[in-house]
């Protein structure tokens, strides 16, 4: 993160407060990069959480109250709700605002977007490529998009200096940031994110409908991997619902690739054929060491997880 002397913006409109959105307002308070952020949810419950954490100088009630003179509007919500929280401060919207999201798909929310937006405003979408399996605004913290990628997706013809005080908003909460078509970010993300949380949902849930399997052996005996496909398959339902009705073309692409290499690993198996499970095997390695070497992932042991204190029996008494 860097710390700015005079902010990029004068007022940063925040639309949904769970871990992304209260994040981005962690971020900007620790950063200076705004000089007023105005922040609402549809849940009253959540708004007044954000009030006794102090989320924002200002908690709104509707999203229409909250764009209200926002130089930067940023709606933070599931992205199968995109199109209607657009349509609700759409009319708000100050002339020259630039409106931007943070769903993981990008080719749909344009379309949902893009229409109920006014043509005085610049809409800059974006997809910030962090998160944790929490969520609500408790969950956010401003170091969250450090050394993450943020990818931007603006329109044809979307102005260049809006797209680029975007870029510097994002730069400026630690992320790095590139740009590419909405539809390419979502066959890359198909494969990088998407596909990935659809194999965890679906490895958790058959573990839980294994009949020879009691819970609690599964619990017991969870291992690294099974461990942290849990992780993601904690994940908030309602976003990842959303994400593959919207991206279900590229996942469902992704999904045939993957299931043609899974028939292979299955042949290999059955047929006892180590040198091609090795080949493989090795290849996905050099894959994973690639993403450490990006500083995308730590190569400590664990995944970086601190060790666990060994329990010490307690001694006999002496006699």
Same mark, same amino acid.
């Given at each position: 993160?860097?710390?700015?002397?005079?902010?990029?913006?004068?007022?940063?409109?925040?639309?949904?407060?769970?871990?992304?959105?209260?994040?981005?307002?962690?971020?900007?308070?620790?950063?200076?990069?705004?000089?007023?952020?105005?922040?609402?949810?549809?849940?009253?419950?959540?708004?007044?959480?954000?009030?006794?954490?102090?989320?924002?100088?200002?908690?709104?009630?509707?999203?229409?109250?909250?764009?209200?003179?926002?130089?930067?509007?940023?709606?933070?919500?599931?992205?199968?709700?995109?199109?209607?929280?657009?349509?609700?401060?759409?009319?708000?919207?100050? @002339?020259?605002?630039?409106?931007?999201?943070?769903?993981?798909?990008?080719?749909?929310?344009?379309?949902?977007?893009?229409?109920?937006?006014?043509?005085?405003?610049?809409?800059? @979408?974006?997809?910030?490529?962090?998160?944790?399996?929490?969520?609500? @605004?408790?969950?956010?913290?401003?170091?969250?998009?450090?050394?993450?990628?943020?990818?931007?997706?603006?329109?044809?013809?979307?102005?260049?200096?809006?797209?680029?005080?975007?870029?510097?908003?994002?730069?400026?909460?630690?992320?790095?940031?590139?740009?590419?078509?909405?539809?390419?970010?979502?066959?890359?993300?198909?494969?990088?994110?998407?596909?990935?949380?659809?194999?965890?949902?679906?490895?958790?849930?058959?573990?839980?409908?294994?009949?020879?399997?009691?819970?609690?052996?599964?619990?017991?005996?969870?291992?690294?991997?099974?461990?942290?496909?849990?992780?993601?398959?904690?994940?908030? @339902?309602?976003?990842?619902?959303?994400?593959?009705?919207?991206?279900?073309?590229?996942?469902?692409?992704?999904?045939?690739?993957?299931?043609?290499?899974?028939?292979?690993?299955?042949?290999?198996?059955?047929?006892?054929?180590?040198?091609?499970?090795?080949?493989?095997?090795?290849?996905?390695?050099?894959?994973?060491?690639?993403?450490?070497?990006?500083?995308?992932?730590?190569?400590?042991?664990?995944?970086?997880?601190?060790?666990?204190?060994?329990?010490?029996?307690?001694?006999?008494?002496?006699?």
């Amino acid at each position: 993160m860097v710390e700015l002397d005079q902010p990029l913006f004068r007022r940063v409109a925040l639309i949904g407060l769970g871990l992304i959105g209260s994040s981005i307002a962690r971020g900007i308070q620790a950063t200076g990069v705004a000089g007023e952020i105005v922040a609402t949810d549809r849940s009253p419950e959540v708004r007044a959480r954000a009030r006794e954490i102090g989320l924002a100088d200002r908690i709104a009630e509707s999203s229409a109250e909250a764009v209200e003179e926002a130089d930067l509007v940023i709606a933070c919500v599931p992205v199968g709700v995109c199109g209607e929280v657009a349509e609700s401060f759409a009319t708000h919207l100050a @002339p020259g605002a630039i409106v931007s999201d943070v769903g993981s798909v990008k080719a749909a929310v344009v379309a949902a977007m893009q229409p109920h937006l006014p043509a005085s405003v610049h809409f800059v @979408p974006a997809h910030p490529v962090a998160g944790t399996e929490d969520s609500g @605004p408790d969950a956010g913290f401003a170091e969250l998009f450090v050394n993450r990628w943020c990818v931007l997706t603006p329109p044809a013809g979307t102005d260049a200096l809006a797209v680029e005080r975007l870029r510097q908003f994002w730069s400026a909460l630690g992320a790095n940031v590139e740009t590419m078509e909405a539809e390419h970010h979502d066959r890359v993300l198909a494969i990088t994110s998407h596909l990935p949380h659809l194999i965890a949902y679906t490895i958790v849930g058959t573990a839980d409908e294994l009949g020879s399997v009691t819970e609690s052996e599964v619990l017991k005996f969870s291992a690294g991997g099974f461990r942290d496909f849990t992780r993601i398959a904690a994940s908030d @339902p309602t976003m990842w619902r959303d994400v593959f009705l919207t991206n279900k073309d590229a996942v469902l692409d992704m999904l045939g690739e993957f299931q043609e290499d899974l028939s292979k690993l299955t042949r290999a198996i059955r047929r006892g054929d180590g040198d091609a499970l090795f080949e493989h095997f090795t290849r996905t390695r050099a894959i994973r060491r690639g993403i450490v070497s990006l500083g995308q992932d730590e190569a400590r042991p664990n995944f970086g997880r601190p060790a666990a204190p060994l329990a010490v029996p307690d001694k006999a008494p002496s006699k």
